[in-house]
């Protein structure tokens, strides 16, 4: 280098107050982000909709106490009862068994509540029988 752009150099002292470190480092961070509206917008359609569903749902709504209902309301016609009951209503069931007092037999007590093998476990070896 020549000598006097060395000089020139070595006297140079540089101004920091037109830049801010700061305010520079977060200008860059702002501008490297990308803008990602797509949840904006999913987040607007749907508060929209809820609104909507809303309104929808308010409007329809008749007032009960003050529109009574103009319709008739229509009464079934009574039909006579079968004089034969269908066999599996719950009430000839339970009439059965309750008339016959010695005829039902309760289950054994004695016989064991636990299968008589271990029941499959999900990471544990299959049993021989299921192999084959």
């Known amino acids: 280098m020549s000598e006097p752009l060395a000089e020139r150099l070595s006297r140079f002292t540089p ?10 480092l977060f200008a860059a961070g702002r501008a490297s982000a990308r803008p990602n509206r797509g949840w904006q917008l999913l987040a607007g359609v749907l508060a ?16 009960a106490r003050n529109n009574p209902p103009s319709v008739a309301v229509h009464q079934p016609e009574t039909t ?3 004089s034969q009951q269908d066999p599996s209503e719950l009430g000839v069931l339970s009439e059965r068994l309750l008339a016959s007092e010695g ?3 309760p289950p054994a007590d004695d016989a064991p509540m636990i299968a008589p093998e271990p029941p499959l476990r999900v990471f544990g070896p299959l049993p021989a029988k299921y192999l084959n």
Do not use: K, N, S
């Open 15 to 24: 101004d920091g107050t037109g830049l801010d470190r700061d305010a520079l």
């Open 48 to 63: 929209a909709c809820q609104v909507l569903t809303l309104v929808g749902l308010w409007i329809r709504t008749p007032d």
């Open 80 to 82: 006579p009862l079968p």
């Open 103 to 105: 005829d039902w037999v």
